[in-house]
Nanobody, 122 residues
Framework: QVQLVESGGGSVQAGGSLRLSCHSS???????MGWFRQAPGKERELISA????????YDALSVKGRFTISRDNAKNTINLQMNSLKPEDTAVYYC????????????????WGQGTQVTVSS
């Protein structure tokens, strides 16, 4: 089992920045982790992901060049630096973790945090 706790959400104006963090506990070794978001009426989507080693990352086209995922295994933490935020980035953001699957697919994730709200106003 892996437990995940997100922090760092909030409200910001368009063009601003936020940094999300996710602390993991439990069976964390060799897990890949990702950030997802879900806007009202839409499906949850994978936006950024990172392998256990941190050598491979994935960013969805919608956030590429604006969001950066990173991880610190010594602290059991991943972060998502979000810059140049847009109103369409408004959503609940979830941290996910998995192992033994494909880290760039939603189906590869087995564990979820409770979510944190990000609101970007124009």
């Amino acid at each position: 089992q892996v437990q995940l706790v997100e922090s760092g959400g909030g409200s910001v104006q368009a063009g601003g920045s936020l940094r999300l963090s996710c602390h993991s506990s439990g069976r964390t070794f060799n897990t890949y982790m990702g950030w997802f978001r879900q806007a009202p009426g839409k499906e949850r989507e994978l936006i950024s992901a990172i392998t256990w080693s941190g050598r491979s990352t994935y960013d969805a086209l919608s956030v590429k060049g604006r969001f950066t995922i990173s991880r610190d295994n010594a602290k059991n933490t991943i972060n998502l630096q979000m810059n140049s935020l847009k109103p369409e980035d408004t959503a609940v953001y979830y941290c996910g973790a998995g192992y033994g699957g494909i880290y760039v697919t939603t189906s590869g994730y087995k564990y979820w945090g409770q979510g944190t709200q990000v609101t970007v106003s124009s």
